[in-house]
T-cell receptor
Framework: LAKTTQPISMDSYEGQEVNITCSHN???????ITWYQQFPSQGPRFIIQ???TKVTNEVASLFIPADRKSSTLSLPRVSLSDTAVYYC?????????????FGKGTRLSVIA | DTAVSQTPKYLVTQMGNDKSIKCEQN?????MYWYKQDSKKFLKIMFS???????INETVPNRFSPKSPDKAHLNLHINSLELGDSAVYFC???????????FGQGTRLTVV
């Protein structure tokens, strides 16, 4: 499994765009990048997954440069309810045999 | 209708006791997991079951044993509980292609 590195914590004001970057220098050819969100006292929730370039859904965007050695989760106009821990996972998830191993994540605090 | 459900939500028990946590998923997924999240909030994978076969067994004490009576259930049995077992335990499931995993609401285990 590719090792990932994320900032331990980030702070943001409401209404701002938040970008969380994850480094994964030893990403393999078949690896995908997946982000999960965990609110206090809840289990993690899938946010977005991508392989290259840009992926966007109703919650976030995921930017992946050509070398795929890093990725950036972008949350547009965050609100207080976006305060959570965000996890970046990298692995050959489409093979069906890659376990979901979580790192320490990034604790995002949104303040008014 | 809850996709992944765990019972009980809270469990308080004395050291030395044996307890079980049940997990059921109604998503038709092939893979189920157990995770432990301790007071430092680190989410550690414990077990993974794929089509009733254990495919991951992390270095957890053998006092912990997963039991899967069928594809929709993965129960966690814990023998001779210790203070250090106090944590939140999450069950999760994913399909053959791990594009998205669904987590239960967690079971907060307190050993006194």
């Amino acid at each position: 499994l590719a090792k990932t590195t994320q900032p331990i914590s980030m702070d943001s004001y409401e209404g701002q765009e938040v970008n969380i970057t994850c480094s994964h220098n030893n990403i393999a050819t078949n690896d995908y990048i997946t982000w999960y969100q965990q609110f206090p006292s809840q289990g993690p929730r899938f946010i977005i997954q991508g392989y290259k370039t840009k992926v966007t859904n109703e919650v976030a965007s995921l930017f992946i440069p050509a070398d795929r050695k890093s990725s950036t989760l972008s949350l547009p106009r965050v609100s207080l309810s976006d305060t959570a821990v965000y996890y970046c996972l990298v692995g050959d998830f489409l093979s069906g045999n890659t376990p979901l191993v979580f790192g320490k994540g990034t604790r995002l605090s949104v303040i008014a | 209708d809850t996709a992944v459900s765990q019972t009980p939500k809270y469990l308080v028990t004395q050291m030395g006791n044996d307890k079980s946590i049940k997990c059921e998923q109604n998503l038709g997924h092939d893979t189920m997991y157990w995770y432990k999240q301790d007071s430092k909030k680190f989410l550690k994978i414990m077990f993974s079951y794929n089509n009733k076969e254990l495919i991951i067994n992390e270095t957890v004490p053998n006092r912990f044993s997963p039991k899967s009576p069928d594809k929709a259930h993965l129960n966690l049995h814990i023998n001779s509980l210790e203070l250090g077992d106090s944590a939140v335990y999450f069950c999760a499931s994913s399909g053959t292609v791990n594009t998205e995993a669904f987590f239960g609401q967690g079971t907060r285990l307190t050993v006194v």
